[in-house]
């Protein structure tokens, strides 16, 4: 009777019978390497709202921007691989930041592991209605026009949106435009909207569109592939005027290198149950972004090789 109570308990039973520890057992940190309000950030909140009920525990967003996402990507590169330190990665970390930098502190491959794809945002170009420009041709007659007199604003130096304006500048003819950094794209945006800057190339996102649909700021173009379905009124880049002006923006969650696989799996099929759900789905395109779908590492492989060609064209370094 003694042995099968022990028995009953687990005392005596095989290690591999044994009962394995819940997970999650305590909240997980979700890090973003990037300000509030940006597109990363409501990407990583809407998943969090709808993988904490699937988790049965708290998942707790922690915003740690600087360095074009990178000081928040080492961080979480340096974590311990426990499934309780996340990252959401996004092009600017796991590719722009590693191909730009000559000391990048973290590598995107030896250091993460996927979890799973969330969405793509693309970015865009904003004028300041002040211009009293209506169409990118037009912005691009005026910049054109005026060389060295207008500038531009992006997320910060090193990031993809800083990137979107390079290759601006490159694709619309060898557009003579400053770059004023930021610390993010909201800062970037309340600039704009103030009248200090007059050009942003922001990631696409909820924020940017009601910016936009306010009067407050005018999206030219949009530099993706088609046009969104939350704003099929504004026209590609490419359609406007600008060939190969195409930035489309992964948001996706990582985990450390030596996260547990049994996490790893809880984590992935979370995250598949979450890109299933239409009221995510609906969420997303509310934000601007389409729900990322096909193959993660071919996609992954495809845009190392394309941004390296464009990095390599405009001649894009971070010191």
């Known amino acids: 009777m003694k042995r099968r109570a022990f028995l009953a308990a687990g005392l005596l039973a095989p290690w591999g019978l044994r009962a394995q520890p819940r997970y999650p057992e305590r909240p997980i940190r979700l890090v973003v390497p990037f300000a509030p309000g940006g597109d990363g950030d409501i990407i990583a909140r809407l998943w969090t709202r709808y993988a ?31 499934g309780y330190t996340l990252l959401l990665g996004t092009t600017t970390t796991q590719i722009i930041n590693p191909a730009t930098q000559d000391t990048a502190p973290y590598d995107p491959i030896r250091d993460f592991v996927l979890i799973g794809m969330l969405s793509m945002n693309p970015t865009c170009i904003i004028a300041s209605p002040a211009l009293g420009v209506s169409t990118l041709q037009e912005l691009v007659a005026l910049i054109r026009a005026n060389p ?8 910060g130096p090193g990031t993809i949106t800083n990137l979107t304006g390079e290759l601006f500048k490159l694709q619309a003819g060898g557009l003579q435009m400053q770059h004023v950094p930021y610390k993010g794209g909201a ?13 942003i190339t922001p990631i696409v996102s909820s924020a940017v569109l009601a910016q936009h649909r306010a009067g407050k700021a005018k999206i030219l173009g949009i530099n993706s592939t088609a046009r ?10 490419v359609e406007a005027g600008v060939p190969e002006m195409r930035v489309q923006v992964f948001n996706a969650l990582f985990a450390p290198h030596d996260t547990p696989s049994a996490a790893i799996g809880t984590l992935k099929s979370v995250t598949a149950r979450v890109k299933s759900d239409a009221a995510f789905l609906a969420d997303l395109e509310k934000a601007g972004a389409e729900p990322f779908t096909g193959d993660e590492a071919g996609f992954m492989a495809d845009e190392v090789r394309r941004w390296s060609a464009i990095i390599k064209a405009t001649g894009f370094r971070i010191q």
């Not at 707790?60 to 340096?78: D, F, L, S």
């Open 228 to 237: 969104l379905k939350a704003a099929p009124e504004i026209p590609t880049s």
């Open 187 to 199: 800062p970037a945006m309340q600039d704009l909207i103030a009248g200090h800057i007059p050009v």
């Open 52 to 82: 904490t009920p699937l988790l049965g525990g708290a998942v707790v967003v922690e915003n740690k921007a600087g360095a074009g996402g990178a000081i928040g990507a080492a961080e979480v590169a340096r974590a311990r691989g426990d």
């Open 148 to 155: 060295g007199k207008y500038a531009y604003g992006s997320a």
